[in-house]
């Protein structure tokens, strides 16, 4: 079985930051790709970033390139989410996923966190 655990989501105000931790247990982490999505009330949920097995590949939808920055830790079991330059648009609740792949829709991956929510204030 295997558990993602996801930590680190707040209140924040317009332009500040956050730092999106999700460890994984119960498999080998580096087996696995992991995505960042994140679900804002009435809305489906959304690709945010995604990273490969090794972290040598990284891939980000356009709203959040150059302000978001995903990265792992193979050693820890953990991946992460750096938010910079938060909007109040970016509200939402924000889940970590393990794939095999570096997948840009919810889908296709395997398992999923329970989710940390993130609120922009303006």
């Known amino acids: 079985q295997v558990q993602l655990v996801e930590s680190g989501g707040g209140l924040v105000q317009a332009g500040g930051s956050l730092r999106l931790s999700c460890v994984v247990s119960?498999?080998?982490?580096?087996?696995?790709?992991m995505g960042w999505f994140r679900q804002a009330p009435g809305l489906e949920r959304e690709f945010v970033a995604t990273?490969?097995?090794?972290?040598?590949?990284?891939n980000y939808k356009d709203s959040v390139k150059g302000r978001f920055t995903i990265s792992r830790d193979n050693a820890k079991n953990a991946v992460y989410l750096q938010l910079d330059s938060l909007k109040p648009e970016d509200t939402a609740v924000y889940y970590c996923?393990?794939?095999?792949?570096?997948?840009?829709?919810?889908?296709?991956?395997?398992?999923w966190g329970q989710g940390t929510q993130v609120t922009v204030s303006s």
């Open positions: 119960g498999r080998t982490f580096s087996s696995y790709a």
């Open positions: 990273i490969s097995k090794s972290g040598g590949i990284t």
């Open positions: 996923a393990a794939g095999r792949n570096t997948y840009v829709v919810a889908y296709a991956y395997d398992y």
